[in-house]
């Protein structure tokens, strides 16, 4: 208890208790999910969370046969001479379906 009375005075309490609450948010729908696939083999499952510690993370599918399909989020990058970002933009959601948008197209400048 004396650890407990430490973390309460140094305020770090709330966020600990905040961090609590929303796994124990997430852990129950990821119970749900899970049953839902093995015992039904529902895998469309709405709002599906693929990752309690990043609940964001999408399925990015690339085709590729290799690596059909990547975890995270799709991100827009513009690059200058020698690979240099000079931009970049996170997206919320992926684009899964409906093939490829058109600025997913490389956006390299080049200097001729």
């Known amino acids: 208890m004396k650890e ?3 973390l309460r005075r140094q305020g770090r309490v709330k966020p600990l208790r905040e ?3 929303t796994m124990g948010q997430r852990v129950p ?3 749900r999910q899970t049953q839902a696939r093995l ?3 529902i895998t469309q499952y709405p709002r599906k969370i693929l990752s309690v510690f990043e609940p964001h993370t999408e399925i990015i599918r690339k085709g590729k046969v290799n690596k059909p399909n990547e975890f995270g989020n799709l991100v827009r990058v513009r ?3 020698n690979q240099i970002i000079t931009h970049y933009e ?3 959601t992926s684009v899964s379906s409906g ?3 058109e600025w997913l197209l ?3 400048a080049f200097t001729v």
């Open 90 to 92: 996170v997206f919320d």
């Open 19 to 21: 961090i609590l609450e």
């Open 99 to 101: 093939g490829h948008p």
């Open 29 to 31: 729908q990821v119970i």
């Open 39 to 41: 015992f039904q083999g």
């Open 4 to 6: 407990v009375d430490q």
């Open 79 to 81: 690059e200058a001479e």
């Open 106 to 108: 490389p956006t390299r």
